[in-house]
């Protein structure tokens, strides 16, 4: 008897249990905080699952600033997600755990502002008819930016009612929490609205002269600190996030490699000009290379259609796809230069391959070519497989890589 009872106490707490946790999958809490529990501020202070978070804001000396009736929206990375990020970021003890203390007050206040818009916002579908603040894709701004314009503005994207911030590709668990003001999303991601390192993509010619003015297009142009051609800073006047104007110096000379800096940091390369020129009008004064051959097409080397600088381009019909072209020139030494340079002109968006030292397809660096324009490329060296070149080049190939026919045009061909 003594175990029958004890067999139906068992099974009575293990229903109980099982009725618990399939409850506590649907009740309306998250961390052991009800929602509506009261404000925004205090739905956070009693979640066990945002300790980390409210810690920060009690150590940034924000709680007077948040813990009011004004209508807030948070977007909070949950304890485990914020300690990860500490230990990446390198905020740890001796002993290597997460300490959110040895956090600097100001680096803390952005963090913490960075997950906080104001307004209430509600992570539903759209309903026909109805007007309402709803939590929609597209940009945010939080109070971080409010307080440093030169943030990024928060990225949202609610699809379907699924929650993704900040580009992160990991999805926003459970629902939005309501509090009386407000409501609270907790994430797997830190949001971070620091604009990451300059990143220039073009610039808008590809030689110059002393006094012109360059034209460099790119992104996460702020606080642009210098722009440096070589070691020398230049002029130069920043036109938006994604543009900047330098002026070339007088002392420049027939090349330099670009930089931008910024106060998060400094871009990659761009180069403009080259120290050996293979081709401008023509091959070093011959009208042709000092040899030849292809397939799948044909060139014209004196063409006027179009032209990129000067008065001729290289010409070249892809009657077939995947056809090439090899051009041999004087030998060059390949420690003397960084980067193979040229400009191309396609007639539609293709994809080219370009090498310096064979004609396979492992030698060269298929590069993505915009149609109707010229796009000024520059391959480094260190792509194109130094290993397989030896002392001294002499040759470029190229190779229609897209599998179409077409017409492009080549320009300004050299080695920097």
């Given at each position: 008897?003594?175990?029958?009872?004890?067999?139906?106490?068992?099974?009575?707490f293990?229903?109980?249990?099982?009725?618990?946790?399939?409850?506590?999958?649907?009740?309306?809490?998250?961390?052991?905080?009800?929602?509506?529990?009261?404000?925004?501020?205090?739905?956070i202070?009693?979640?066990?699952?945002?300790?980390?978070?409210?810690?920060?804001?009690?150590?940034?000396?924000?709680?007077?600033?948040?813990?009011?009736?004004?209508?807030?929206?948070?977007?909070?990375?949950?304890?485990?997600?914020?300690?990860?990020?500490?230990?990446?970021?390198?905020?740890?003890?001796?002993?290597?755990?997460?300490?959110?203390?040895?956090?600097?007050?100001?680096?803390l206040?952005?963090?913490?502002?960075?997950?906080?818009?104001?307004?209430?916002?509600?992570?539903?579908?759209?309903l026909?008819?109805?007007?309402?603040?709803?939590?929609?894709?597209?940009?945010?701004?939080?109070?971080?930016?409010?307080?440093?314009?030169?943030?990024?503005?928060?990225?949202?994207?609610?699809?379907?009612?699924?929650?993704?911030?900040?580009?992160?590709?990991?999805?926003?668990?459970?629902?939005?929490?309501?509090?009386?003001?407000?409501?609270?999303?907790?994430?797997?991601?830190?949001?971070?609205?620091?604009?990451?390192?300059?990143?220039?993509?073009?610039?808008?010619?590809?030689?110059?002269?002393?006094?012109?003015?360059?034209?460099?297009?790119?992104?996460?142009?702020?606080?642009?600190?210098?722009?440096?051609?070589?070691?020398?800073?230049?002029?130069?006047?920043?036109?938006?996030?994604?543009?900047?104007?330098?002026?070339?110096?007088?002392?420049?000379?027939?090349?330099?490699l670009?930089?931008?800096?910024?106060?998060?940091?400094?871009?990659?390369?761009?180069?403009?000009?080259?120290?050996?020129?293979?081709?401008?009008?023509?091959?070093?004064?011959?009208?042709?290379?000092?040899?030849?051959?292809?397939w799948?097409?044909?060139?014209?080397f004196?063409?006027?259609?179009?032209?990129?600088?000067?008065?001729?381009?290289?010409?070249?019909?892809?009657?077939?796809?995947?056809?090439?072209?090899?051009?041999?020139?004087?030998?060059?030494?390949?420690?003397?230069?960084?980067?193979?340079?040229?400009?191309?002109?396609?007639?539609?968006?293709?994809?080219?391959?370009?090498?310096i030292?064979?004609?396979?397809?492992?030698?060269?660096?298929?590069?993505?070519?915009?149609?109707?324009?010229?796009?000024?490329?520059?391959?480094?060296?260190?792509?194109?497989?130094?290993?397989?070149?030896?002392?001294?080049?002499?040759?470029?190939?190229?190779?229609?890589?897209?599998?179409?026919?077409?017409?492009?045009?080549?320009?300004?061909?050299?080695?920097?």
């Amino acid at each position: 008897m003594k175990i029958i009872y004890k067999l139906k106490q068992i099974a009575f707490f293990a229903v109980l249990i099982a009725l618990v946790a399939s409850c506590d999958d649907n009740l309306p809490d998250v961390g052991g905080a009800e929602q509506n529990y009261n404000n925004t501020y205090g739905l956070i202070a009693a979640n066990t699952n945002l300790t980390l978070y409210y810690k920060a804001i009690q150590l940034a000396g924000l709680e007077s600033a948040l813990n009011t009736n004004d209508d807030y929206t948070y977007f909070i990375p949950a304890d485990a997600v914020l300690e990860a990020y500490l230990v990446k970021t390198g905020y740890v003890n001796q002993l290597g755990y997460p300490d959110i203390t040895l956090v600097p007050v100001d680096v803390l206040k952005q963090i913490v502002l960075s997950h906080v818009v104001k307004g209430a916002k509600k992570r539903v579908g759209k309903l026909s008819g109805v007007k309402a603040d709803y939590l929609e894709t597209g940009e945010l701004t939080t109070m971080a930016n409010t307080a440093n314009p030169d943030l990024y503005l928060l990225t949202v994207n609610v699809t379907d009612g699924i929650l993704k911030v900040n580009g992160s590709d990991k999805q926003a668990p459970g629902l939005d929490y309501y509090a009386t003001n407000g409501f609270v999303n907790v994430l797997d991601n830190v949001i971070s609205l620091t604009p990451p390192a300059p990143v220039v993509t073009a610039l808008s010619q590809s030689f110059a002269n002393p006094g012109d003015m360059v034209i460099i297009t790119g992104s996460n142009f702020v606080k642009v600190s210098a722009v440096k051609f070589g070691d020398k800073a230049v002029t130069f006047t920043p036109v938006s996030k994604t543009e900047i104007r330098a002026t070339v110096p007088a002392d420049f000379g027939s090349y330099s490699l670009i930089r931008v800096e910024t106060a998060y940091g400094t871009s990659n390369i761009a180069t403009l000009g080259v120290k050996f020129l293979v081709y401008g009008d023509d091959f070093s004064g011959a009208q042709a290379p000092l040899s030849t051959w292809s397939w799948g097409g044909t060139e014209d080397f004196q063409s006027t259609e179009i032209v990129g600088r000067g008065s001729k381009s290289i010409k070249r019909i892809n009657a077939d796809a995947w056809s090439g072209v090899y051009m041999q020139f004087a030998s060059i030494n390949v420690a003397d230069y960084g980067y193979l340079k040229l400009s191309i002109y396609s007639t539609k968006s293709t994809r080219v391959l370009f090498s310096i030292g064979g004609t396979n397809d492992d030698d060269g660096k298929a590069i993505d070519i915009k149609a109707g324009q010229w796009n000024n490329v520059s391959i480094p060296i260190s792509d194109l497989h130094p290993e397989k070149l030896g002392a001294t080049i002499n040759s470029l190939f190229m190779k229609e890589y897209s599998g179409e026919k077409g017409t492009v045009y080549l320009d300004d061909i050299g080695f920097l």
